[in-house]
């Protein structure tokens, strides 16, 4: 053959054909990978959704458990006529229902082809049970177990939180991790700690052919994977406390704190009104309910609501004036009902004067603390007040408020301190002065502190100068907690002025009746419980009642805050109710004597004084 | 020669070449069957079910044989020479006109809309190009070498396909290169097709390697063809080669020389800096300094002025070309990085990216790609059978009608089945080109080579497309691919040239 041009571009396409054939072979006969590639197109796998971690208690018992329910799926393109009638009876459904999803399914049949989709979730077992018997009689119908949600103590609602079905939104943020229809934590423990819950899903593979039948286990269901149950969590929670501490809480607003000062595990942490974990299970049907609730149950008031904190605050800037060096134990001031400077004046109550430190506090006077932030500010020490102020709010920060303490617990709000450029804004520099912030002296004014926060102070005032960072999830077998949790926070007044204000403490509670202590009421014999009264003023209506207190005084085991919205005084219903968590914690019990005080908080309702806003 | 009274000389059943028409029957028939395999299974329906697309195929099918015997029987051959251009300057404002007229269909305008029916100018636009290609060239004294005929070729065949690309489709207008084939034929210097492959070829190792792997196969082959051409063989071989491969080893040489410098704690300790010479707290030895990719351009131009010299004292036109050629070459791999990521536009780029292996991309733009590689994959050696197919009957291959209807055949009718459909076409292009040789008129030969190189660029670019050989360009499969235009177009295209052949054969 001659190779002229003709030859030339004929021998061309061939060498391109053969190319092409080559290819061919190489990928058609040689190669593995796209037979394989192949198989995983044509598998359908069956999801086997994991079980959720277990939520424990500090003591091993259950908080949230779980228990099966049925989704039922329907594959359309199989379904046949079936007797609807039936079917919605067995299932207990309403007929229009069926009817409406069935004409949804028709219209949408294109996009289902020949998949399946969920049509009821989360049918109790009794009701599967009742419609598998019958199954028979619907093809196109079956049911796929999954597990959800269960509560053996009726503690802690709002901070177990509830797991619900991911939406777009979700899959948006989190696009690998989940696919539709899978359910994932969204609110408290369930969402901080999602990564343990979760488990792994599984699947069993089968093969389907052109027509999208499924034809028998791919390799016998060799390659197919076990669901992977999630981890299960200990919290730091004691679930009888938290129970208790909610029926105190019954029928208030407010929050109920209690930390263990010696780890900063939180003991209990009631925010109320909240969410009952009845609804937590199944919160798509009650999300309604909780949503109009004008007492707002979602709103986790421990760790968000920035409150006055009141006469306890007086207990940081005792010990500021403390260490600052404008104060000793022994300085004495004379209150004459009453702090007056200029024309105006600060009221107090009727107590014995003049007074020291301990007694100040333990009879909460407002005057003795007026002098004291009066000299902190007016301290010589610094060239202005702007100086002198931001010292002091440097020393509020260093116990931790005006900030987000850093807690295992997911939105937790910061609070707020003001510092002088606040009142530079307000006042302009060099407008304002002592008495113009007088009222940060008692826990008024602009200071913003959450429940969390109070109880923390009172963690740290137990350890006599330092705290752990407040948390919820205790170390496990599976779950090895952020050690920053187990790291001491030194306040910046040093721990040798602590035991001079735990003095006060101790008096403000175990002096008895009569004696001017603001706090007697929560003397439980033989705890040694400290406390410190507040009364937060509230322009809206009743003030706010606040306490807090630890025990026992030497080696403190629990330390507790409370604050009742509208409660009035501090020692008509937080010190109460703060003393007899406290006494159930240490004692297990509540002593005869205080049984009828117990009552009266149990039975208590102060839900009439709070102003809502209707929704 | 001409006949001047009707149909007179030898009968239709003679002159026609039947296997040429068998041949496209059979492929229209396969393209029938597998377009109905690849919609059967989301609509089970009939396969003459007009809604469904393998019914409105069988109409196309249908039209289209009656386009066939209009040309075959009612037209005369003759008329072609003398309508190319009117009918060129027609499909070049039809062209223009899609751009702005056209509905716009994934991104590009090249469709008319008349109702339901849609039309795609570019179909025909490969038959008036070919049509006016055969007049022009088929000439008295036309020659190609000549610069103004030359020319006048480049712009027949440039002008539509720069239209085409104003309307975004690229595919279509990649099928105008392979003209070159039927030019190279006629006579167009062989140089010129391999510059182009080479173009491409550094293109591609710049991209893939480096620049420097790319300069050092330039330098290698034009080194070649200049020794080569000058009888210098084995100064080649006894200087060139040895060269090249101290060159090609080079980077790595120098690479171990600076470990050495280093010594090993040194080496351990730059790679835990992530090659950070400063956090290693090392001072970079000089020979880092030593660019591999400067030195084999310093000794190139250091060579350049000898053999310039030799070129001239011999007279040698072709060692300056090559010369030209190879620096032209190394100006291209300087500038491939610009033109790849500054010229062309993004989805191109992404998909030569994919080819190339340069970046692994499934379920992006290497989706189509991969699905479409495991769907022929898993065909195996006889395929899975007809309509039993899972890969393509899924919709896990997109456009599995049209573009990707390969991925059917490979699935179904595996490996012997593929091979069967390309050797088909193979045959009928080789029947083509042996049918335009044997015609006595340059005007069925230039014709019928138009032919030819029309439906290998298809057949070449739609199934290396398919097998990642190529990138994902979408032009379809001639007359196997789903559509109207495309079938129709292929029909007429092949059917004048058969036209024109049976002209040719009534009169022996």
Not at chain 1, 201 to 213: A, C, D, E, V
Not at chain 2, 69 to 94: C, D, K, M, Q, W
Request: glycine fraction near 10%.
């Amino acid at each position: 053959m001659k190779l002229n041009r003709e030859n030339r571009l004929i021998i061309g396409l061939c060498t391109a054909a053969a190319i092409l054939i080559a290819k061919l072979f190489s990928i058609q006969i040689l190669e593995d990978k796209y037979k394989l590639d192949a198989e995983n197109n044509s598998m359908v796998y069956s999801t086997i959704y994991p079980t959720r971690g277990i939520i424990h208690d500090r003591n091993g018992n259950i908080l949230v458990g779980n228990k099966v329910a049925y989704d039922l799926l329907v594959t359309p393109k199989e379904v046949t006529e079936f007797d609807t009638l039936s079917f919605c009876q067995v299932l207990d459904v309403d007929l229009d229902l069926v009817r409406g999803k069935m004409k949804e399914y028709a219209k949408n049949r294109r996009r289902i082809g020949y998949q399946s989709v969920v049509m009821f979730k989360q049918l109790p077992p009794e009701t599967y049970m009742r419609f598998a018997e019958v199954a028979y009689k619907f093809p196109g119908f079956r049911g796929q177990a999954r597990s959800i949600r269960e509560y053996p103590f009726n503690a802690g609602g709002n901070l177990l939180g509830y797991v619900s079905e991911v939406d777009a939104t979700f899959l948006a943020k989190h696009p690998d991790e989940y696919k539709s229809g899978d359910y994932a934590g969204k609110t408290g423990i369930e969402a901080a700690r999602e990564k343990e819950l979760k488990g792994e899903k599984g699947y069993n593979i089968w093969l389907r052919n052109s027509r999208n039948q499924v034809e028998s286990r791919y390799r016998d269901g060799e390659l197919d994977k076990e669901a992977v149950p999630g981890n299960d969590i200990t919290t730091t929670i004691d679930a009888e406390l938290q129970h208790y501490g909610q029926m105190l809480m019954a029928n208030k607003v407010g929050s109920l704190v209690a930390i263990e000062p010696s780890t900063g595990e939180i003991l209990t942490m009631v925010s109320s009104p909240g969410i009952d974990v009845e609804m937590l299970a199944d919160i798509g049907q009650h999300y309604k309910e909780i949503a109009s609730n004008p007492y707002n149950p979602m709103f986790n008031r421990a760790v968000q609501a920035p409150y006055p904190p009141g006469s306890v605050f007086k207990l940081v800037n005792g010990l500021i004036g403390l260490q600052e060096g404008v104060l000793t134990p022994n300085t004495m001031y004379s209150c004459n009902m009453g702090y007056h400077f200029g024309k105006s004046k600060l009221g107090c109550h009727a107590h014995k004067s003049p007074i020291n430190l301990e007694e100040s506090i333990m009879m909460s006077c407002n005057a003795y603390y007026c002098y004291v932030l009066r000299d902190l500010l007016e301290n010589p020490k610094y060239s202005e007040i702007d100086e002198a102020f931001d010292k002091w709010r440097e020393y509020v920060m260093s116990f931790g408020f005006g900030k987000k303490l850093g807690s295992d617990f997911p939105s937790e709000l910061g609070g707020f301190v003001p510092d002088s450029k606040y009142y530079n804004r307000y006042y302009r520099k060099g407008g304002w002065k002592a008495t113009t912030v007088i009222s940060l002296s008692i826990g008024q004014g602009e200071l913003g502190c959450t429940p969390i926060h109070l109880a923390n102070l009172c963690a740290t005032i137990a350890n006599r100068g330092f705290y752990y960072t407040p948390h919820i999830i205790k170390d496990s077998e599976h779950v090895e907690i952020d050690p920053k949790y187990k790291e001491r926070h030194y306040t910046m007044v040093d721990t040798t002025h602590f035991p001079k204000v735990v003095g006060g403490m101790y008096r403000a509670v175990n002096s008895g009746f009569g004696s001017g202590g603001t706090a007697s009421i929560a003397a439980v014999e033989g705890l040694d419980i400290c406390g410190k009264t507040g009364t937060a003023q509230n322009p809206h209506g009743h003030d706010h009642s606040v306490f807090i207190c630890f025990a026992p005084k030497d080696d403190p085991k629990i330390a507790v805050a409370a604050y009742v919205e509208n409660g009035g005084f501090g020692a008509t219903w937080a010190a109460p109710i703060a003393s007899l968590l406290t006494e159930k914690y240490l004692t297990g019990e509540i002593s005869e004597s205080r049984k009828p005080l117990e009552e009266r908080m149990l039975q208590g309702n102060l839900l009439d004084r709070v102003k809502v806003k209707k929704k | 020669m001409r006949d001047t009274g009707g149909h007179k000389g030898r009968g239709l059943a003679k002159t026609i070449d039947w296997k040429l028409v068998i041949c496209y029957l059979l492929l229209v028939l396969i393209g029938w069957a597998n377009i109905y395999a690849s919609v059967h299974s989301s609509e089970p329906a009939s396969i003459f079910d007009f809604s469904t697309r393998s019914g409105k195929q069988f109409v196309w099918i249908i039209t289209a044989l009656v386009i066939a015997s209009i040309i075959l029987f009612a037209l005369s051959p003759r008329i072609y020479e003398g309508l190319s251009v009117p009918i060129y300057i027609f499909v070049v404002a039809l062209l223009i006109a899609v751009i702005f007229l056209g509905i716009e269909v994934k991104g590009s305008r090249s469709w008319f809309a008349f109702g339901p029916v849609r039309f795609q100018p570019a179909e025909i636009s490969k038959i008036s190009t070919s049509l006016l290609l055969a007049t022009v060239m088929s000439q008295q004294g036309y020659r190609i070498g000549r610069t103004k005929d030359f020319i006048i070729t480049a712009l027949i065949i440039l002008l539509p396909m720069m239209i085409i690309v104003l309307q975004s489709e690229t595919g279509s207008a990649l099928v105008y290169v392979g003209f070159i084939f039927m030019l190279y034929r006629e006579g167009l210097s062989g140089w010129l097709i391999f510059l182009i492959g080479m173009a491409i070829l550094s293109f591609i190792l710049t991209l893939t390697a480096s620049p420097y792997v790319a300069i050092l196969v330039i330098i290698g082959v034009a080194s070649l063809c200049i020794c080569l051409y000058s009888g210098r063989f084995k100064w080649w071989l006894m200087i060139g080669i040895p060269l090249i491969v101290l060159f090609a080893f080079l980077p790595s040489l120098l690479e171990l020389w600076s470990a050495n410098l280093l010594g090993e704690e040194g080496v351990a300790a730059l790679a835990a800096a992530e090659g950070n010479y400063e956090t290693a707290g090392l001072t970079e030895p000089i020979v880092n300094r030593i660019k591999p990719l400067y030195v084999l351009l310093g000794t190139t131009a250091l060579a350049l002025p000898f053999i310039i010299f030799s070129a001239y004292r011999e007279r040698n036109m072709f060692s300056h070309l090559g010369l030209i050629s190879m620096i032209a070459g190394i100006a291209l791999v300087f500038s491939a990085n610009f033109i790849f990521n500054d010229v062309l536009q993004d989805h191109q780029r992404k998909r030569i990216e994919v080819l190339l292996g340069m970046k692994e991309d499934p379920s992006g733009v290497g989706y189509n790609v991969n699905q479409s590689m495991i769907a022929i994959g898993s065909g195996g050696l006889f395929g899975k059978g007809y309509l039993n197919g899972t890969q393509t009957t899924y919709g896990f291959v997109p456009e599995q009608s049209t573009d990707f209807i390969f991925c059917t055949i490979g699935e179904e009718w595996g490996f012997a089945g593929s091979t069967f459909v390309i050797l088909l076409y193979v045959f009928l292009i080789c029947r083509i080109i042996r049918n335009a040789e044997r015609s006595r008129e340059a005007f069925t030969r230039i014709y019928g080579y138009c032919v030819a190189c029309c439906i290998f660029m298809h057949l070449f670019i739609n199934i290396g497309m398919t097998i990642g050989l190529m990138p994902v360009i979408g032009i379809p499969l001639p007359l196997v691919s789903y559509g109207g235009s495309s079938l129709w177009g292929f029909t007429a295209l092949l059917f004048i040239f058969i036209a024109l052949d049976r002209n040719e054969k009534k009169y022996f």
